[in-house]
């Protein structure tokens, strides 16, 4: 694997006995809704267990780096069907099913400034074993080619290796170097579990013309199995705290077999700004697991979604565009085009917005450069300059820019949102991970008796107003799902750095049935931190604080599920 590239891949009253608080009343603006989406950087791939056994892989690729050097290696067992996606369909999918955290806010009693309401505020599969038959022998040349061919703006080969070579590793990655194949030498050695075990190796590289900025996720079909990361292989270019997010279709919820789940304790997330510290929350918490763990974000049914990655207005849109005539409109038919293809709705190539996979090169490929747009800037962004062009462009064929869009934009989405269609759940997970970690590939597999889990976090905070403080001021308590009362003044969430409370509240392991065992129970830990914390944050009014509660020695409530646990305890970086 190249340097630059990586994979791409129960509760309790709140008052005491005998207080008998004034009625809550609902309040707008800045107190009573602050949602703020989660939105981490990560590999993302998205599996699918389709229902004949097969699995299918999308595999964002991230790489940055010069066209020549690029190159992207996977291990694969036998020879998959290979296309292409869309980095549009990941935008979509991720903005759909990010984790939201909203305080929704009830002020008690009268403030001093009541009414102030102001703005301050076989996938890569492989069994347990990894054991297959390669059909090798020592009179076989020590490298054969199965596959080969072209896909999008990628040359592919899918090479066998002679497994008893001497140095199986060496020979598999010289000779992708001596056939332009620019991959790595470093981490090698992570690759001679996969090729001794009879797995092939799938390698990419750009297509000659072609450039960086043309890198599209991949497409692979595979036999039976279990979908799988290949983790090993991916370390060698992995950055510390590489992210993570995986999307699992199949029949029920999906479970990282063979990692633990991670359930966060949410009184350490900033609830008034949860984007600027939810990352190292699940970075903490799979320390705490020893590095091998995944959070549940999202579970629940699989069907909109694909109406998600490719919206039926887009795929009607295109079929108007198709039936028309263009003649003496060609510019209004590129224009028109390039706009429908932009990513969250944005304007036209001049709003913002960014283009769909394919459609730059489409341009390119289909539509003769303006006369009064020099070469190299037509070469570097055609969408910028679509606009010069003649309402009649000599050379340029309607139907077959239309057909080419079709091929090469809108065809690789139709193939991604169809994934959805035919599976019945969608669970996505995230963690991160850094290199030292990276020494088993997660596995995911299914359990039809956990529930859904919503990616919408509320809860309400409760405004302990009186009349020598203002809102924005004044004390304020929120009790959560589980019992556990966080207090505050303000706007500033009071746990922020406390490095005595943990980042999980539960660590499980789950099978493919039941609710799975509790491994880490923190419940108890937590509560004596957020005591201490509660104490330095009192009522004003001379009553009474509200007491925290919680369920101690049972488990608390289930919010998410996970794995069998394989642990390396390995004590990572940075608290968060």
């Known amino acids: 694997m190249n340097l630059k590239t990586s994979l791409g891949i129960a509760g309790c009253a709140l008052a005491l006995a005998g207080l008998a608080p004034t009625p809550a009343k609902a309040c707008g603006g800045f107190f009573c809704n602050n949602t703020q989406p989660v939105n981490q950087a990560a590999e993302r791939i998205i599996f699918s267990q389709n229902a004949d056994g097969t699995t299918t892989a999308v595999i964002q690729i991230q790489y940055s780096g010069p066209s020549e050097e690029f190159a992207w290696m996977l291990p694969v067992q036998g020879s998959p069907e290979i296309g292409v996606s869309s980095n549009s369909a990941f935008a979509a999918l ?117 450039d960086a900025g043309e890198i599209r996720p991949v497409m692979l079909s595979f036999g039976e199995g279990l979908p799988s990361i290949p983790l090993r292989p991916t370390a060698a270019a992995a950055d510390p705290d590489m992210g993570i997010m995986v999307w699992v279709l199949g029949e029920s919820r999906s479970i990282p077999a063979n990692y633990r789940s991670l359930e966060l304790n949410e009184a350490r997330i900033n609830w008034f700004q949860p984007s600027t510290n939810y990352n190292d929350v699940v970075t903490l ?71 769909w996979d394919g459609v730059a090169e489409s341009v390119l490929a289909e539509v003769p450069r303006p006369a009064d747009v020099p070469e190299d800037q037509w070469i570097a962004s055609p969408l910028e300059w679509i606009w010069n062009l003649d309402d009649t462009v000599e050379g340029f064929d309607p139907a077959s820019f239309l057909a080419r869009l079709e091929a090469d934009v809108l065809e690789p989405v139709r193939a991604t949102a169809a994934l959805f269609e035919s599976a019945a759940k969608v669970t996505r997970f995230y963690t991160t991970m850094s290199p030292d970690e990276m020494t088993v590939d997660p596995v995911f597999d299914f359990n039809a008796d956990l529930p859904d889990y919503s990616n919408t976090h509320l809860q309400t905070r409760i405004i302990e107003c009186n009349p020598s403080v203002s809102q924005f001021d004044a004390p304020w308590r929120i009790q959560f799902d589980d019992g556990t009362v966080v207090r505050g003044d303000g706007q500033t969430w009071p746990l922020l750095g406390n490095d005595a409370l943990p980042a999980n509240r539960r660590v499980l392991r789950v099978g493919t049935e039941g609710e799975g065992e509790v491994i880490i129970d923190n419940s108890a830990a937590i509560l004596a931190v957020v005591n201490v914390s509660n104490a330095d944050h009192p009522r004003r009014d001379g009553r009474m604080a509200g007491g925290t509660c919680s369920a101690l020695g049972g488990a608390a409530p289930l919010g998410v599920l996970g794995a069998f646990g394989l642990s390396i305890l390995a004590i990572r970086r940075r608290r968060a």
Not at 129 to 151: K, Q
Not at 173 to 185: C, I, K, Q
Not at 331 to 354: I, K, M
């Open 94 to 210: 991720q903005q759909a099913t990010n984790p939201t955290y909203q305080l929704q806010t009830e002020v008690e009693g009268s403030c001093q400034d009541d009414g102030f309401l102001g703005g301050r505020g076989g996938s890569p599969t492989f069994d347990s074993a990894g054991a297959a038959d390669s059909g090798a022998a020592p009179s076989e040349p020590e490298v054969s080619v199965v596959d080969a061919g072209s896909v999008g703006p990628y040359d592919f080969v899918i090479i066998s290796v002679n497994p008893d070579a001497e140095d199986i590793a060496t020979v598999a990655t010289d000779w992708l170097v001596e056939n332009e194949y620019d991959v790595s030498p470093l981490g090698r050695d992570r690759l001679v579990p996969y090729l001794e075990s009879g797995m092939n190796l799938l390698a990419f590289r750009l297509s000659k013309g072609r």
């Open 285 to 355: 918490a799979a320390n705490e697991a020893g590095g091998q763990g995944f959070v549940t974000e999202f579970a629940g049914d699989a069907a909109g979604f694909e109406a998600t990655v490719l919206p039926p207005s887009t795929d009607d849109a295109f079929a108007n565009l198709s039936e028309r005539d263009w003649t003496g409109q060609h510019r209004d038919l590129v224009v028109q085009a390039t706009q429908l293809f932009q990513s969250f709705q944005n304007f036209g190539p001049f709003g913002g917005g960014t283009a």
